[in-house]
């Protein structure tokens, strides 16, 4: 095992959508990985993730993160918070433009202290990395060592995130005497859904493990989580044959782009928020849990038990209060 943080609320429960699963009057009970219990303010995947790639960080002697993501990224959120539990400085690169009242993930990425650089969508997608390293390279000649964490916290060293979480899903099964046919997840930079599928071949979970992309196509998830499996086996020698590892994606719910949601999205995040007291956002979970749903009942997901891993976000559903306003004035 790699050096780890003790930095999220775990083990996290696995409970029954039964409710849910009545209202909708599906086959499959549908269950869910509470990964939006890892903490309060640090609440969702990224942290499991963070767990691993900190301590690394820490053992390189690191003073100071660079990382990067949307204006409104929940992996930016918990880094800008656990880099001030930490004592690490912080700084991140947003892709979009900075808002006159910081809301949402923003809002606590300014309430960390974190110092934030903001770049246009398309700067921001054609010089990434050179921003990384720039920002790198004038930490250095001011005396101090950054290290730098991709989007998502998605390489070889945060799959450790998910392999624990499957380890704890394997647990879960067996306190619960089940073998969920499926486990879904949203997937936006890979990583989760690379320690997942991993995890569940590790840990004969016995589960197909697939990612409803919430951004890209099924073409650049296949190759991101092959991606994120080869650099773990790299850089940790674990011998895994690569050949053997199944990577799933449902496409075709990314809807009109990442981070917009069409009205159905909104129609679940209610639904469950309703049902089950459930709270989802429109950037990963929402559309997630629609994709999940909406196979489910044209019969492409077929089992006894279903396992959704909720991997939070609610802090995204407050930028958006307007259409989820809508479509429940709408509704009514």
Same mark, same amino acid.
């Given at each position: 095992m790699p050096p780890r943080l003790a930095l999220a609320q775990l083990p996290t429960p696995l409970q029954p959508l039964d409710r849910l699963s009545e209202s909708l009057n599906l086959g499959p009970r549908l269950w869910v990985k509470r990964d939006d219990l890892t903490g309060s303010m640090l609440t969702g995947n990224k942290v499991r993730k963070l767990e691993f790639t900190l301590a690394q960080a820490l053992e390189e002697g690191a003073d100071t993160i660079i990382t990067c993501g949307g204006v409104q990224s929940n992996h930016c959120r918990a880094t800008a918070l656990l880099c001030?539990?930490?004592?690490?400085?912080? @700084? #991140?690169?947003?892709?979009?433009?900075?808002?006159?009242?910081?809301?949402?993930?923003?809002?606590?990425? !300014?309430?960390?202290?974190? @110092?934030?650089?903001?770049?246009?969508?398309?700067?921001?997608? /054609?010089?990434?990395?050179?921003?990384?390293?720039?920002?790198r390279s004038d930490y250095?000649?001011?005396?101090r060592h950054a290290f730098i964490i991709p989007t998502g916290a998605s390489d070889g060293i945060g799959v450790w995130g998910y392999l624990n979480a499957a380890r704890e899903l394997a647990q879960d099964f067996i306190a619960?005497?089940?073998?969920?046919? @499926?486990?879904?997840?949203?997937?936006?930079?890979?990583?989760? +859904?690379?320690?997942?599928? #991993?995890?569940? +071949? #590790?840990?004969?979970?016995? /589960?197909?493990v697939w990612g409803v992309n919430v951004c890209d196509d099924e073409a650049w998830f296949l190759n991101k989580v092959r991606a994120d499996v080869t650099d773990w086996n790299s850089r940790y020698q674990a011998g895994y044959d690569l050949q053997s590892l199944d990577t799933r994606v449902i496409d075709g719910y990314v809807g009109p782009g990442y981070a917009i949601a069409e009205a159905p999205v909104f129609h679940a995040i209610a639904l469950l928020a309703r049902t089950e007291g459930l709270i989802l956002d429109p950037v990963y979970t929402g559309k997630a849990f629609h994709g999940m749903i909406e196979e489910i009942r044209a019969g492409r997901l077929v089992g006894e038990n279903i396992v959704? !891993? @909720?991997?939070?976000?609610?802090?995204?559903?407050?930028?958006?209060?307007?259409?989820?306003?809508?479509?429940? /004035?709408?509704?009514?």
């Open positions: 001030a539990q930490l004592g690490l400085r912080c @700084h #991140l690169i947003l892709r979009g433009e900075p808002a006159a009242c910081p809301d949402g993930n923003l809002m606590l990425d !300014v309430l960390a202290g974190a @110092h934030i650089d903001f770049y246009p969508a398309r700067e921001y997608q /054609s010089r990434l990395s050179a921003l990384l390293e720039q920002a250095a000649r001011a005396g619960l005497n089940m073998t969920p046919e @499926h486990i879904i997840c949203a997937t936006g930079s890979g990583g989760t +859904q690379a320690g997942l599928t #991993l995890g569940n +071949q #590790l840990y004969g979970l016995g /589960s197909t959704f !891993v @909720h991997t939070g976000g609610s802090f995204g559903l407050f930028p958006q209060r307007e259409q989820l306003a809508g479509i429940l /004035s709408h509704a009514e």
